[in-house]
């Protein structure tokens, strides 16, 4: 996933599509790594949810500024 | 049943930290993303000046490192100090690449004349890089303490809060690089 955004910045190829996919991507990996590198899958949710929410919110927030 | 564990590996205390932190870039990254809105051409230009090879690399660098604690975290848990203590210090070693990358690139802008005061987009890239930079530069003092007392055996099957107290921060370190990459780097 991380190749591919560089790819797609590397070749200006970042359109208004790729921008959707690269904060899809960013929030599968930030997700990937609050689950397991920072081991919150099998923790009760009230602890996972504050950064899974933090990463959607702030991703959410980047694409309503990058869209408008 | 119920499986789920009652608290988040670590003392709790580091939670509150990481929490806080991650409010805090919340703003920046937010903050960056809305006044790129209001200075599209100077952001998209600026952009241009940034290395993005090196932001991919880094980004490697960061996730691999994590990768690398994250066994370590799992060798104390089998109670082998000795391998736990390697992926300690294969972790460093490869953050440490990341403080090198990162202190070339600074030198790099500084040098072109580029600081705080440049531009809105350079205020933001310098203000996110630095201030991630710092927490980098804490976390491998973390991750050398942790090295540390892992070689002489000051961690256990029994006793290892503190590894993953430290572990969990050089996470969010991780967590936070792959979304300023993405913002600052790639998204034009």
């Known amino acids: 996933m991380t190749l591919f955004a560089f790819i797609f910045g590397w070749f200006k190829l970042v359109s208004h599509t ?3 996919i690269l904060l899809l991507t960013t929030f599968i990996k930030g997700q990937l790594i609050i689950e397991y590198f920072m081991g919150l ?3 009760q ?3 996972k949810i504050i950064p ?3 990463l959607g919110l702030v991703l959410i927030f980047i694409g309503i500024a990058y869209y408008l | 049943m119920n499986t789920k564990k009652l608290f988040p590996p670590g003392d709790f205390g580091i939670w509150i930290i990481i929490y806080i932190e991650l409010l805090t870039f919340a703003g920046l990254f937010i903050g960056y993303a809305f006044s790129r809105r209001a200075n599209l051409d100077v952001f998209n230009e600026s952009q241009l000046l940034l290395d993005q090879k090196a932001g991919f690399i880094n980004t490697i660098v960061l996730i691999t490192s994590s990768l690398f604690v994250v066994y370590a975290v799992k060798a104390i848990k ?3 100090s000795k391998l736990s203590a390697n992926w300690i210090l294969s972790a460093m070693g490869v953050g440490f690449i990341f403080i090198v990358i990162k202190l070339l690139e600074f030198s790099d802008k500084f040098e072109q004349g580029i600081n705080l005061s440049t531009n809105t987009f350079f205020m933001f890239y310098l203000m996110l890089t630095v201030f991630h930079f710092l927490h980098v530069v804490l ?3 973390i991750l050398f303490n942790i090295y540390q007392k892992t070689k002489i055996g000051g961690y256990s099957d029994k006793n290892y809060i503190g590894m993953e107290t430290g572990a969990s921060y050089w996470h969010l370190v ?9 913002v600052v780097d790639i998204i034009r």
């Open chain 1, 18 to 20: 790729v921008v959707a």
């Open chain 1, 41 to 43: 899958k099998d923790v």
């Open chain 1, 45 to 47: 949710l009230k602890y």
């Open chain 1, 52 to 54: 899974i929410l933090w």
């Open chain 2, 78 to 80: 089998e109670n082998n």
């Open chain 2, 139 to 141: 976390g491998l003092i």
């Open chain 2, 174 to 182: 991780g967590l936070l690089w792959i979304v300023l990459f993405q």
